[in-house]
Each structure stands twice: as structure tokens, then as C-alpha cells.
């Protein structure tokens, strides 16, 4: 493939498009975020960079919380929508019907209708520039039940779930593999026992 080269830009694709919700004990909002990602195992660890002028900015540098909300083809008008309007002007969860429950590990609400939520406890705030990067720990993971199989396993693939790319957000479509099927040893054919 013949390339071209473009100037240092953040064009990594898929990202997430996840709802992040907040509160400063006060009231609570809710923002999307596509800066985030996970940077370590164990202890689990995760991040969001958010624009200092961002409502939530403050409120997360207050209560030293949030929580990421996974998102759906269901969600993903209010996906769109959070992420275009401020919560200092307007009630988001109202405005979109976002419904909430409280997450169980941190003082802050969790969205009803995502399958999965992680519940986060920042740790260090670093300023990048144009962002602050919350760096945190994932204290809790609030599960859809209905997602889980009689043993337990969890099938995020029938969650629906949306990812953003170069402006545009996609449904995740057909599965193509799983963790390593390209080394998997391919189970030989049974022999066919002699017929007596
Ligand atoms: C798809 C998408 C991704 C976004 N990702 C980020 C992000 O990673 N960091 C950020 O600061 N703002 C991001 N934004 C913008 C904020 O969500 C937006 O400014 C929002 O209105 C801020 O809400 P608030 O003022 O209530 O905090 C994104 C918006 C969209 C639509």
C-alpha cells in the first residue's frame, strides 16, 4: 500500500465512545468521552483526558470520581448528544432519559441501560496540554445481568455495543475471531473406526 505521510494527529481508530458520569456531591452529569482506554491489569487501571473548560472537569477533580459507561446502538443518540451539550446548561440524564442507579464503590450515579460500568477512583491528574489525563483506579465493574450465561459468563457481544472512528460511530459487527484462534491447534479429524 502507497502511504502518505500527514503531520503527528490522533487518528487511532476504533475508540470507544463511553459515558462518563460524574458528581460533585451536588448534582451529577454526564459526558462522552473518547480519550480513554485502559494502561493496566493489575492493579486495574484506567484513564480519561478531559478539556479543563469541560463542566465535568471540575467536578471530577472535586469528588476524585466517575464512572465509564459503556455504550450501545441504543445509546448512541445520547451518546452523541452528551458529548455536544454541557450539563452546566442544561440536565443531560433528563434531556436524553437517561436512567441512573448508584454505583456501589464510588459516590456517583451509573447509567441503567449500559451493560457494562467502571467505576473509577482517580489517582493522579496529569495536564498533557490541550487535556487533563485522569488516571485511575477501576474499583468496581457494575455487569448487565442479562448478559450472563447460566455459568456465569458474560456475552458482551449481544450487548450491541458502538465504537467511534474518524468522526463517525459504527455498531461492532460480526465476530471474526477470539483471543488466540490464529495459534490455536487445529483439532484433528476423528478416524473413522472400522466397521466390523
Ligand atoms: C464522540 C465524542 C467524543 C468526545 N470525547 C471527548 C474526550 O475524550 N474528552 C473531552 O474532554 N471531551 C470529549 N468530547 C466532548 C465533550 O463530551 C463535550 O464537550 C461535552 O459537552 C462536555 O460536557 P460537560 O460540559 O457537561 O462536561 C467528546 C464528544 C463526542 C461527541
Not at 433528563?94 to 456501589?104: D, S
Not at 459487527?173 to 491447534?185: P, W
Request: net charge positive.
Amino acid at each position: 500500500m502507497a502511504k502518505i505521510q500527514w503531520k503527528g494527529g490522533t487518528l487511532l481508530a476504533p475508540v470507544p465512545a463511553a459515558l462518563v458520569t460524574c458528581s460533585d456531591g451536588e448534582r451529577d452529569n454526564v459526558l462522552t468521552v473518547a480519550w480513554t482506554g485502559i494502561v493496566n491489569s493489575d492493579p486495574p487501571k484506567t484513564y480519561i483526558s478531559v478539556r479543563p473548560k469541560r463542566h465535568s472537569h471540575g467536578m471530577i477533580q472535586k469528588s476524585g470520581v466517575f464512572a465509564i459507561n459503556l455504550t450501545t446502538k441504543a445509546l448512541a443518540r445520547a451518546t452523541d448528544w452528551c458529548g455536544v451539550y454541557t450539563g452546566a446548561k442544561v440536565d443531560k440524564f433528563a434531556r436524553c432519559q437517561l436512567e441512573t442507579v448508584p454505583a456501589n464503590e464510588i459516590d456517583c450515579p451509573i447509567l441503567a441501560d449500559s451493560p457494562v460500568a467502571l467505576e473509577c477512583r482517580v489517582t493522579d491528574v496529569i495536564s498533557l496540554g490541550s487535556h487533563d489525563m485522569f488516571l485511575a483506579d477501576i474499583v468496581a465493574v457494575d455487569v448487565e445481568e442479562s448478559l450472563l450465561d447460566a455459568d456465569g459468563k458474560l456475552h458482551l457481544e449481544r450487548a450491541g455495543l458502538i465504537a467511534y472512528a474518524h468522526g463517525s460511530y459504527y455498531e461492532l459487527g460480526r465476530q471474526i475471531g477470539s483471543f488466540g484462534y490464529s495459534v490455536a491447534k487445529k483439532k484433528k479429524p476423528q478416524k473413522k473406526s472400522a466397521k466390523k
